[in-house]
């Protein structure tokens, strides 16, 4: 998927324009990446587009430690990064981890890529992560 499908699939499932999607990708990416380990954060950025990838790697730093938060403290933390209410990133979330695995061409977000950034979820971000992947949920379009 190229980055700018992945960027207006956002934008329309959140009923915002482009500028905010990439802003709220941007807040999603960096939690997300912040709770993986710097192997795994650098294997899922190799599977992004240009901007998306570039994106993804400035959020690396050297030695990192993994972020070990759940799912209310990582919500919050979008919230904040995105300036979106709570309610709003909790949906933002879903969406973009359920866009990801579309880029990462996974249909239940366990295959492949997908699987290793599940593996390192906690259990309350991996509920997350396959309630995005399912049929019905936002991301579908």
């Known amino acids: 998927m190229e980055e ?4 207006r699939m956002v934008a ?20 997300l990446h912040d709770r993986l380990t710097p192997k795994e954060a650098a294997d899922a950025g190799a599977q992004m587009p240009g901007r998306l ?6 959020f690396e730093s050297a030695g990192r430690e993994v972020a070990r938060i759940h799912k209310a403290e990582f919500i919050r933390k979008v919230s904040e990064l995105a300036g979106i209410s709570q309610d709003e ?5 879903r969406v973009v981890f359920g866009a990801l695995q579309a880029m990462l ?8 890529e997908a ?3 599940f593996s390192q979820l906690p259990k309350d971000l991996k509920k997350v992560w396959l ?9 579908r379009l």
Do not use: Y
Request: net charge negative.
């Open 131 to 139: 309630e995005a992947a399912r049929p019905q949920a936002a991301h």
């Open 115 to 117: 699987w290793d950034i």
């Open 89 to 93: 990133a909790a949906k933002a979330v």
């Open 4 to 7: 700018e499908k992945f960027i």
């Open 105 to 112: 061409k996974s249909r239940t977000g366990q295959e492949g």
């Open 12 to 31: 329309e499932q959140l009923g915002v324009d482009h500028d905010s999607a990439f802003n709220i990708i941007s807040a999603v990416f960096h939690e």
């Open 53 to 58: 990838k570039s994106l993804w790697a400035s």
